[in-house]
């Protein structure tokens, strides 16, 4: 066996652990380290068949800004399950049909095999993998990259808006109420009599005769 093939292996058993613990977990923080550690061993078996943009992008996109926003969104959401039931085996025959689904789709890929490509393989080899993607998605399938970016951002919008629901420990503020507000509502002037002033005069005017006696 060379390095490659222990490679794979290392890398399937810790994938294989790492997304058990994604769906067993009690705890949702644990659950997202646990998906960000599938990702990278996903990216270490993409590296391995050579698909190394799909391998760093895989690093770069999900594990370096949307798994990192996910955790963030769950501890800011703060969400405690000590009080709940949860049950693996309430989730498990769906579970188990779908993962069932999987592992039949794999199982008839292999068996089958992929088509043979019409280009020779010396003509493939030449062709960067990062300029053929970059064609096809920004020609071929530019609208659903559109689609997908449009998605993204209501996902964004929804993750800022379940943060500032109204919670006790929370600070909510309105914006709309920020932007309409006028400055005669911000600053108020109060009058204030000068009554200090009317009541230390005549404390002078007494205090003058006796003055004059002492003298």
Same mark, same amino acid.
């Given at each position: 066996m060379d390095y490659q093939t222990g490679f794979f292996y290392l890398f399937t058993a810790v994938l294989l652990f790492a997304a058990f613990r994604v769906v067993t977990s009690r705890n949702p923080v644990h659950a997202v380290l646990y998906l960000m550690l599938a990702f990278s061993q996903a990216s270490g078996l993409w590296l391995l068949l050579k698909a190394e943009f799909l391998g760093l992008t895989l690093v770069l996109v999900y594990l370096g800004a949307v798994m990192v926003l996910f955790l963030f969104v769950v501890m800011m959401l703060d969400i405690r399950l000590e009080g709940d039931r949860w049950s693996f085996w309430q989730h498990f025959p769906l579970a188990a049909v779908l993962g069932g689904l999987v592992a039949a789709e794999i199982i008839a890929v292999q068996w089958v095999g992929f088509p043979e490509l019409a280009t020779p393989a010396v003509a493939a080899a030449e062709v960067s993998n990062t300029k053929a993607l970059g064609l096809l998605l920004y020609t071929?399938?530019?609208?659903?990259?559109? !689609?997908? @970016?449009? *998605?993204?951002?209501?996902?964004? !919008?929804? @993750? *800022?808006? +379940?943060? +500032? #629901?109204?919670?006790?420990?929370?600070?909510?503020?309105? @914006?709309?109420?920020? !932007? #309409?507000? #006028?400055?005669?509502? #911000? +600053?108020?002037? !109060?009058?204030?009599?000068?009554?200090?002033? /009317?009541? @230390? &005069?005549? &404390?002078?005017? /007494?205090a003058t005769p006796e003055e004059g006696q002492k003298a």
């Open positions: 071929e399938y530019l609208y659903p990259i559109q !689609v997908a @970016a449009v *998605i993204l951002l209501v996902a964004m !919008v929804a @993750a *800022i808006a +379940l943060t +500032l #629901r109204h919670r006790k420990d929370s600070k909510f503020i309105n @914006a709309g109420n920020q !932007v #309409r507000v #006028r400055a005669a509502d #911000r +600053l108020v002037v !109060v009058p204030v009599a000068t009554t200090r002033k /009317a009541e @230390a &005069a005549p &404390a002078a005017d /007494a």
